[in-house]
C-alpha cells in the first residue's frame, strides 16, 4: 500500500464525520414544494477561519433533512388516504398550537444552552437544524390541517425535534431509563445519533479552543505536567467561553487532551463512568461502537496511536462486531474502514512503520501480532488470511510468505464478505459432513445388545477401526456399559488421545486405571439418547459433537465426544457421578460450628425450600436439617427434606403436615454428641439406603438408646430422609 493510499485514507476516516451524507439539497426541495411562499431566509454569519460553522451546518442540516423529508413523503400518501367524514380541527386553532409547539421548542433550546453554557453563536452550530423547521414549510402544514389527527402529528414532530436536540448525556440517562438490550436496530440508531452529538461538541469545542489559543499559549504549567490536565483543573483561568467549556464539557465525557505528536490542545471523547454503563443497556453486537468513538481515528499522520499489542486487541474486537452486527449505512462502513486499515499497518506496514529487521526478519512484536491475528479456532476473516501466512513464516525463521506477497488492500474486506454470506468456513476447512442421526429410546434390548456386542470386537485389541462409522450413540453406549462391568481400560481407550500418553481425561492409563471407581449409569432414569448434526460444531479442522440424555423434554446429562480423520467418535470428557454406596463419613463431633452451620442453611432453605440450595451438601447435613425442622414444628420444610421417588410410598403434603408429629424424631441441641454416615449397595427396588447414625448424650438423656439410625436414599438432588422406614 503506497503511502499516498494511506494517508488519503487515514484523512478520510478522520473527517468522515464532517462529510455530508447524501447529495441532495434540502432547501431546495422546499423551494419547489413552497414555491408559492418559501421559507424565510435564515440569518447568515460570517464563517471564521477553519471553516468549522459551516461544516457542522451542513452536518446537520443533512440529518434533519432526512427526516424531514420522510415527514413531508408521509404527508402525501396520508392526505391521498385521507378519510372524508374525519372532523377537521379548524385552521386558526391549529396554527395556534403550532406557535405554542415553536415557543416551547425555544425554551428547550435555551435549556440546552445554559447545559452546555455556550453563548448562542457557538450553540447555533449545535441546534441550528433541526426537525422544528418543518413547522415552517407550507406543503407541510396544509396537509396537517386536512389531517384529521393535526395534533398527534404536530406533536410527533416536537417530539423528534427536542430527541435531535437532546445532549449527549441526556441521551444516556434516556437509555439507561428504557434499555434496548434486546434491539439491536434501535441501539445502532442510538449510538449514530449519540456519536454525531459527540462530533458535532467536539467540533464547537475545537473551535473555541482556537478562538482563545493566544490564551492557552500564555498559560504556563509545569513541564513536567501535561497542560490539558491542568488546564481541566482551573476554575477561573481563560475567557469565558473557553473556561465554560471547560467546566461543562466533562459531563458530555468530553475532555481537552494534548494530542500525542503535535502537542496541540484538542477536546476528545473519553470512556466516562456513565459511558461505562451503556454497553449493559444496548444490544451486545454494537459494544465495539463505544470503544471506536472513544479511540479513533487510531492513527495519527500514519503512525499508531496505541501499541502493537492493543492494536492487535481492538481489531479482534472490531472483527468480531463486524461479524455479527447489522450492517447499517452509518457506522458500519466507518468501522470497517477502520478495521481495514488498522489491519494492513500490522500486517504490511508503510514508510513510518518498520516490520522487518537489518537481516530481513520480522520484528518480534509483528511476530506476536501476527501469530494473535492467526489464533482462533473459527473460521474468521483475520483467521483465514493471517493462518497460512504465519505458517510459512515460522517455516522460513520469519523471513518470507508467498500468501503475505500476494495480500492486497482489500483481501480482508472479502473475507468479511464471505463470512456474511456463510461461506467462509467452508472455504478454509472444506464441506461440513452430514452424520446420520440417532435416536435411541429406553429401555432398549436391541440397542443393548448392539452395545455388547461392540464393547467384545472393540475389547480383542482396542483397534479403534473397528469403530469406523459408528454412531456416537453407540460409542457413549459402548462407555456406559465398560463402567457397568468395572472395565476401566477399556474406558479410557474410548477417549481422544490429547499428547504424548495422556488422554483428554488428563492421565495416562495406568493413572486412569488406579483412580477408576465405578460410577452411576449415564442411562439412569433415562427415556432416550439422541445425537443431532445441530449437535456438531467445527474447531478449525476438527469436529465437535454431543450426545444427550434425556428424560422426557428435560437435558439429563450431555456427553462430548469429538470425530478424527480415522472417522471415529471419541469420548472428549465425561464425568460419571460415583456410586452412593461409595459416600460414608466417618464419626465427627457435633460442636458449635455444626450447629451454626446447620442453622444458618435452614434459614435460607426455608425460604425456598428450593432443592438447589442443597446441592453439595452431605448426607449428614440433610438429617441434621430434618431434625431441626422438626423441632420447631416446621413440618413443610421437613416434607422437602424426604424421600419421595422410586419404590417410596408417596405421602401427600398436605397429609404429612396435619400429622408431622408421626414423622418426627428425637432431637435437641444438646441430645446427640457425635455423627456418622454409610452408603449401602443398590437395593432390588434400584434405590440407593443408608443409614445416619447419631450417638446419644447418655448423661443427659440416659432414658434414650445409645445410638440412633436414621435411614435415607439418594436422589438425584442428593440424599433424602426416608420416612417410609418408620412404617
Known sequence: MSNDHFEKRMEFLKKSYERIPSTFDPEEVFKKID????????????????GFRQRITVLAVSVASVFIIGFIANDVLDGNNQNPNEENLE???IDAYIEELKQQFEVEKEKRREMLQLDEEHFRMYAQSNSISILDHKTFIQSVKQDGNANERLQEVYNQAIEELKTPAEMIQDVKRNPLREDEEASIAFLNSYREKVKRLQTIYDQIIEENKTAIDAYEVDPSADKADVMMTSKNSFP?????????MKEQSIRLTTEKYSGDIKSSFYLSRSVDELPS??????NAYMNMLADEPYLYAGVLNDTVPKTVGTLQTMEETLMHVQEDPSLYPV?????????????KGNEKTKLFDADGRLLPEYQEAWTNLSYSGNATPLTYLMRPIVKEMKASDWRQSEHWDSLNYNDLEEALVLYREGVLEEYMYGEMPVFEEKTVVLPNEAFDQ??????????????KSVLKGISPVHIVGIFNYANEVEDPKTMYRLFNEN???MSETGFSEEQYIDFYRKGLSLFRNATDIKFTNENINRYEHALYGFVTINNGAEVKNSVHLTYGEDDVWKIRDMYLEKLPSYEQSPE????????KHMKELYETFKESRNPANLYGEVALTIMSLYLYAGSLQDYETQYALIYQEYGADLIEKSAFVENGDRYKFPYAEDMYTSMSFKGLEEDKDGNWPGIATFTVNQEKYPQMPATQEFHMLWTDDGWRVNVNHLK
Not at 335 to 347: A, E, G
Open 450 to 463: 448392539e452395545v455388547k456386542e461392540l464393547y467384545s470386537a472393540f475389547k480383542k485389541s482396542y483397534d
Open 35 to 50: 414555491a408559492e411562499h418559501p421559507p424565510a431566509p435564515v440569518e447568515q454569519k460570517p464563517v471564521k477561519k477553519g
Open 588 to 595: 465427627i463431633p457435633i460442636d458449635e460450628m455444626t450447629l
Open 281 to 286: 443497556n444496548l444490544h451486545h453486537f454494537t
Open 335 to 347: 468501522m470497517k474502514s477502520y478495521f481495514i486499515t488498522l489491519f494492513n499497518h500490522i500486517v
Open 240 to 248: 469565558e467561553p473557553l473556561q465554560n467549556i471547560i467546566n461543562t
Open 91 to 93: 385552521s386558526g386553532e
Open 499 to 501: 499428547y504424548g500418553d
